[in-house]
Structure formats: structure tokens, C-alpha cells
């Protein structure tokens, strides 16, 4: 049986498009790091969604490894970048990313 029988690929591929296009638009219209790292993790759970719905309809569980990389890559990216958002905001006391180009040398 079947848990939920009426949700087809169409479905999963809308939520992830959603999920995507927030994540773009988040990037290009907000300055504050913490919601761009927001928004990279946005688009990163859509290409997931994405794998695994592929992963289901075709009846193999080779995306389904690619999910694990990928959550694995993104919890590294998430540890990097807060430390450099920390020292970011320990040196100038803000988080937005207008200011990085007086990091410059």
C-alpha cells in the first residue's frame, strides 16, 4: 500500500521548482549572509527533492546516494561559512555582504 497514491512526479518536481526559484531570488535580492546560506540550503533541498523523486519512479537508489553527498557537502559549506560569517561579524559588526570588499588587502 501505497502512503500517498495521488501524488505523482509532477508534484514533486513543482515543490522543488518552488523551492529553487526561492532560493535564486534569495540570492540575488537579499545582502544578509546568514539568509544567502538560507537560500543555498533552499536550493540544495530541491535538488534533492528532485533526486529522490526520480530515485522513485524509476525504482533505483542510485539518486538516493547522491543525497547523502550532497547533505554531507552542505553540512561542510553551513561549518565554513558561519566561521567566516563570525569573524565577519567580530571585525566589522555586521553581517551584510556589502561590506566584503573592505576585506580586501
Not at 539568509?35 to 530515485?55: D, K, P, Q, Y
Not at 539518486?63 to 553527498?69: E, G, L, R
Not at 552542505?74 to 553581517?95: D, K, Q, S
Request: aromatic share 10%.
Amino acid at each position: 500500500m501505497e502512503l500517498l497514491p495521488n501524488v505523482t512526479m509532477n508534484h514533486y518536481l513543482l515543490v522543488s521548482v518552488i523551492l529553487f526559484v526561492i532560493g535564486v531570488a534569495g540570492i540575488l535580492f537579499r545582502r544578509n549572509a546568514i539568509i544567502m546560506f538560507m537560500c543555498v540550503e533552499l536550493m540544495l533541498n530541491a535538488v534533492n527533492i528532485t533526486l529522490v523523486a526520480f530515485s522513485k519512479v524509476w525504482g533505483q537508489s542510485d539518486a538516493q546516494v547522491f543525497v547523502f553527498f550532497i547533505m554531507v557537502v552542505a553540512a561542510a559549506e553551513v561549518a565554513v561559512g558561519l566561521a567566516i560569517l563570525m569573524m565577519l561579524y567580530r571585525n566589522m559588526h555586521t553581517t551584510s555582504t556589502d561590506v566584503l570588499d573592505k576585506l580586501k588587502w
